[in-house]
């Protein structure tokens, strides 16, 4: 409905509720810095230029000081849980950095309390200090073969989610999915097209023949690109490009050279995080961070605004809300000093100051939280004996996980020879073959995969988690059943988080009780704990990575090559088939 109040404000009939004065407004829509003051009525933009006719006597006046104003940045694929914060937590956090925006699938509450989960995390934004957009999954869970789930959303259930006010669209469209026919996806994206809502692609190491046909589906973006050269495949397909940068995918500086070194136009490149944590964003920021980096890389400092707000907003159909300072969109404006060194001083969204100087205007306020997301675990005690792997003779070749140092969710394969004792295949830390677990959580079986992973460097005990997407159930990494054991079930105690055992105690635990996956933890709480979790992990296991817990939750998702694991077993994610963790061994079968 038109907002009358708006409106009149607008054309000055009426006076504004705020007016922002003494700035230098940065135009994304025209590549424009020039001096203007902002009227804002009801926590949106009414005018901007010379607004002396909408200041009253009750007008709230704030001086931006000869600042910049720039639009509020928008995360353009976040998976926010991830993060391990709940929604209030997190946007609390981003805010601090100007992020205003971010568009989420919220597909790990999705799968482990359904669609009344997704909106129970929805409305705790309607106060929060950033918006969250909601993008429906194509399918959930997006693991291939299908994971054992909480809750699996199919397209019966796009028949009512595409039609949510906050959704803006299909997240995670995975092009195996489409290529290979998914009924289920195929008819979500009918929908879609019925309910004119855009389509958001997931197409990592894509070759031509499928860049057409992935474009042929109405794919309107892609966030997983690995190099400028798949960028600007698919971007001559009449793809959209998110470059993405975290700590997890450290991308852009390589895949900005679509810009900087192959001409591509900045106007269809927007930026996202992905996967983040607490420790990564206070270290560095967030997308004001990835702004700064691009502007490093080459890009004028308007290009990387605009990559970070406009070009975003336009490609989710979102500028006439977001993404500009102009009327009718929300008054999501940042305070800025330098745009060469991009660092908002005071954030503004919808109206209201929600940061200033690096911190919080106001503490966040906690939701009541159902059972609905509290009550998620259905899972069994775990008895050590089931965690192995079986096979004939003194030695098994095993097809082992190997972790990538440097994007946390490739993981190529190797084989290594182990000793069999007994029929059951052993670890070798020396050479750093451990056993790796998943435990299907929601009481739809009693799946417990086992298989082999290389790169930890833990010398014993075992780590687990339950926030680990694309399924969140329980993954944990170890060198004996008995501590994998007694981690899986200790966090099933928990009702979820991580755990660091060793020798039948607990070294170090974190609790993630709101759907298994996320807590009501101030940020700075989350990352002190956080760095005790990987901390733990190095110094009294032996993992060489920085953070182990970082890797471990990756382990289950089966979109990007080569391979994963999950509840059904060791997976082939080229393939996309369940693998044997014995190469060529039909006495190597996992026991369940």
């Known amino acids: ?209 499928r860049t057409a046909g992935f474009a042929a589906a109405g794919v309107a973006l892609c966030h997983e690109s690995y190099s400028p050269e798949e960028e600007l495949e698919k971007m001559r397909n009449g793809i959209n490009i998110i470059i993405r940068e975290s700590t997890a995918a450290p991308m852009l500086r390589e895949n900005i050279k679509l810009i900087t070194e192959m001409g591509a136009p900045s106007d269809r490149v927007g930026f996202c995080t992905d996967d983040i944590t607490a420790t990564d964003v206070l270290s560095r920021g967030h997308l004001d961070y990835v702004v700064r980096l691009a502007i490093e890389c080459g890009v004028t400092p308007m290009q990387a605004i605009q990559m970070g707000t406009i070009n975003t907003a336009r490609m989710f159909r979102l500028d006439h809300q977001i993404g500009s300072i102009a009327p009718g969109r929300f008054a999501d404006i940042l305070f800025v000093d330098d745009l060469e060194d991009f660092r908002p001083q005071q954030v503004m969204k919808a109206g209201r100051i929600v940061a200033r100087g690096g911190l919080p205007v106001q503490p966040p306020v906690i939701p009541e939280r159902s059972a609905t997301v509290l009550d998620t675990f259905r899972i069994g005690e775990i008895a050590p004996e089931r965690i192995k792997v079986t096979a004939a003779g003194e030695s098994a070749t095993v097809q082992a996980i190997v972790l990538s140092k440097d994007v946390a969710f490739r993981r190529p394969g190797a084989h290594i020879e182990l000793p069999v004792v007994d029929g059951v295949v052993q670890v070798d830390t020396k050479q750093d073959a451990i056993m790796v677990a998943v435990a299907e959580r929601y009481g739809k079986t009693d799946n417990l995969a086992v298989a082999f992973v290389n790169g930890f460097g833990i010398k014993k005990g075992a780590i687990a988690t339950s926030n680990a997407p694309d399924d969140n159930n329980v993954v944990v990494a170890g060198t004996n059943a008995a501590d994998m054991a007694l981690a899986i079930n200790e966090v099933a105690k928990m009702g979820g988080g991580q755990i660091a055992v060793a020798d039948g105690e607990v070294l170090a635990r974190l609790p993630l009780p709101v759907g298994g996956i996320v807590a009501d933890l101030p940020a700075e709480e989350m990352a002190a704990a956080e760095k005790n979790m990987d901390r733990v992990a190095r110094e009294e296991l032996g993992s060489d990575l920085e953070s182990p817990f970082g890797q471990l939750l990756f382990l289950s998702i089966t979109a990007i090559p080569e391979w994963a694991i999950t509840d059904l077993g060791l997976i082939d994610c080229v393939k996309f088939v369940v693998a044997d963790p014995v190469v060529d061994s039909p006495a190597g079968r996992t026991n369940n």
């Not at 006597?57 to 849980?81: M, Q, V």
């Not at 597909?107 to 669609?115: F, K, R």
């Not at 291939?144 to 019966?156: A, D, H, L, Q, W």
């Not at 019925?194 to 692609?201: A, D, H, K, Q, S």
Request: net charge negative.
């Open 1 to 209: 409905m038109l907002n009358r109040h708006l409106l009149d404000v607008a054309y000055a009939r009426d006076f504004a509720d705020t007016v922002i004065k003494n700035g230098r407004l940065v135009n994304v829509l025209t590549g424009e810095i020039y001096p203007a003051d902002i009227a804002i009525a009801d926590g949106r933009i009414a005018a901007v230029g010379d607004v002396s006719a909408q200041c009253g006597p009750d007008t709230e006046i704030i001086d931006a000081e000869n600042r910049y104003l720039t639009p509020g940045l928008i995360d353009g694929h976040l998976h926010i849980e991830c993060s391990k914060l709940s929604v209030t937590m997190l946007s609390e956090l981003l805010s601090r950095y100007g992020t205003t925006s971010a568009i989420s699938g919220l597909d790990q509450i999705l799968v482990a309390a359904g669609v009344e989960g997704v909106k129970e995390f929805l409305q705790e934004t309607e106060q929060g200090s950033m918006h969250v957009w909601w993008g429906a999954p194509t399918r959930a869970p997006y693991t291939i073969p299908e994971s054992n789930v909480g809750y699996t959303f199919r397209s019966k259930d796009h028949e009512k989610a595409q039609k949510m006010p906050e959704c803006v669209g299909l997240w995670e469209t995975v092009q195996e999915m489409v290529e290979d026919g998914d009924e289920e996806v195929l008819a979500a994206l009918d929908l879609a097209q019925e309910n004119r809502l855009p389509v958001f692609g997931c197409a990592p190491l894509i070759d031509a023949r």
